[in-house]
């Protein structure tokens, strides 16, 4: 009994042995060593086949090995190696599966293996298709960008085969998405074709549209007879001002064979220059052919006396063209995928038109919460006090700075930015407080020098910012959770910063609202805005009134740089930029409404970006054309958007 059980284990492992030995990756190479060694893109597909099917990172290696020339063997006993130049100029071997050194030799002791460029090629496919089955996931998605940016018709097999094996969820998604991409484009089954493309109905992705543009593109034809192709695109009728010019309609005619040749005008020009007689040509005096009329009766003639060749009329060239069809037949040779392209393309041409409006949508709205944020401290100034405050730019580039300062001591950007907030509303509010007691109390109700004042308090600071912070853009940093965008899709995406600005501008909203309407010093605030007389009978000292609101709406200024100092360069003259705008605002929505004020903020934000749209290349003409929008509104309706109520809102 116990030597039949030896006499199994021994044939066993007689039978297995072989086997085994020939399962390491490096006999499988060497099985292959003539077609490796002479290496042509014929012998090469078997060889390419049995290494990707014996898989694995070491299947890679030896493609990318063979593929860069780094392929070698030994002369001695034809031994495939890797190799590595010493200092000595001889050289180390390596296994090709464990990368191990196998010992050194001479350069004339070993011989290179060089693929030719057709082999690189098809080395390089392949190598693309055992990198999606590697074991390294992050192999897989370098192979997969690689695939992406340049596929080819041989890619989509192995795409197939990778697809079945993944298992990471994300990168399947992706591959599938690729392998109907490529499906679309490279499959020859037209079903197959047809319904990759209507998978695409919803999807906006660029790429989706740059495949199935060229499947749409058409080649222009001319036929004698009436054209019947089934993939016929469209036909063509010439004209002067249409997208195929007789002149280049007659010369496909001509082309063929089926028209005479038209006498070009340089041809004409020689003719003329080469039979002039005793200052004429053609019985007509050169200093008469000064016109194109005189020029054509002169090679008119040249041409009936047999002098010149006869040129092709106007009524030929229209005859010659009513004789034939133009037309243009697509390039895809399949009317089915044509079809479905052409569907689906219309399908998602339509969703791309409306993620535009909804993209241009969001891009107006985070434009007014821009202008609102800039403007409503001004709104609140302007609209009680009555005062044209040029500096209140300057207000918003101090806040910027402040911040800029702030992130100078507090590195960590979250906090900077929760201290710099109030820090600059504290800076600006002061130094609004210092100009409305030192400037502005002593100018009320004189308008012009009101603003030329303040126009000289904006100069300064600009000066006394240039002298602190130099002429350098300074930066405002974001914390990283507001970096990036939030895309919707293709189409649609809004910068986080300015969705941020947006909840802040309504927060400013809200806390102004109820500032104004719940509280006492919005009660006074509003008495004095709507009858200054009356409520200083009430005991309110208008004065004081004017003080705080005027720091208030510049310590709001200051807010705002912050928030437009995280987008925006922050310099001595990021106010200057916004200061048009918030005027515009304030007197569109209505002076001294806070409610008119979002309104004419929302007015011009929308109306800004909705111009641009029309002239995207030409912002400076886009704002031009809004401030003449402007103008004439504001003829209909002098007292804005939402008119304040009061006895003193007609002073």
Known sequence: MIRIIAAFFIAFFMLVLPVSAQSSFQDVAQSHFPNIKRGSVKTAPPVIADIQSYGGDVASRFLQNWQSK???????????????????????????????????AAKSDIKQVKPNSGLRGLLGSALVASQLISDDLSVRKASLDSLTRNPKPNHLEPLRTAIAKEKNADLKSRMSRLERLLTMQFDTNTQVRVKAIESFTDDLGLDVRARLNPMLN???????????????????????????????????????????????????????????????VGGILVSDLNTLANRETAYTKLADAGLALQNVSEVQIQEALSKVYFYE?????????????????????????????????????SLASIFFLAAIGLAITFGV?????????????????????????????????????????????????AMERLVIRHLYHRPLETLLATFG??????????????TQARPLTSPDWLGGAWEIND???????????????????????FT??????????????????????????????NMLTFGLGSGIAGIAGIAIGLFAKVTSELGSDYIVQSFMTVVVGGVGNIWGTFAGATMIGFLQKGIEWFNPSNTLAAQTFMIIFIIIFIQFRPRGIIALKGRAAGD
């Open 491 to 513: 189409v649609i995406s809004i910068s986080w910063i300015r969705v941020a600005i947006f909840g802040l501008s309504i927060l400013f909203f809200l806390m102004l609202w």
């Open 70 to 104: 780094n392929i070698w063997y030994r002369k001695s006993d034809e031994r495939l190696v890797t190799v590595q130049q010493l200092e000595n100029k001889s050289y180390r071997l390596f296994d090709l599966e464990t990368e191990q050194a196998i010992g050194e």
């Open 516 to 545: 104004l309407n719940k509280t006492r010093l919005g009660l006074e605030t509003r008495a004095v805005t709507q009858n200054p007389r009356m409520a200083a009978s009430m005991g309110i000292n208008p004065d004081k009134i």
């Open 329 to 365: 037949v697509y390039t895809e040779q399949s009317p089915e995928v044509v079809k479905a392209a052409k569907t689906t393309l219309d399908s998602i041409n339509k969703k791309v038109a409306f993620s535009q409006a909804i993209d241009l949508f969001l891009d107006g709205l």
């Open 457 to 470: 308090v904006s100069i300064a600071l600009q000066q006394l910012a240039k002298n602190i912070f130099g």
């Open 385 to 433: 006090m009555r005062v044209i405050n040029m500096a209140h730019g300057e207000f918003i580039m101090m806040g910027a700075y402040t911040g800029y300062v702030v992130q100078q001591f507090v590195t960590n950007y979250t906090l900077s930015i929760i201290i710099a907030i109030p820090a600059a509303f504290m800076v600006t509010f002061a130094a609004g407080v």
């Open 218 to 280: 058409a080649t222009l034809k001319v036929s004698q007879t009436e054209p019947t192709d089934q993939n016929m695109a469209r036909i063509i009728t010439p004209s002067e001002t249409g997208e195929l010019p007789i002149d280049k309609a007659y010369s496909m005619i001509v082309s063929q064979g089926w028209a005479p040749a038209s006498v070009s005008k340089d041809a004409k020009q020689k003719a003329l220059v080469e039979h002039i007689q005793e200052s004429k």
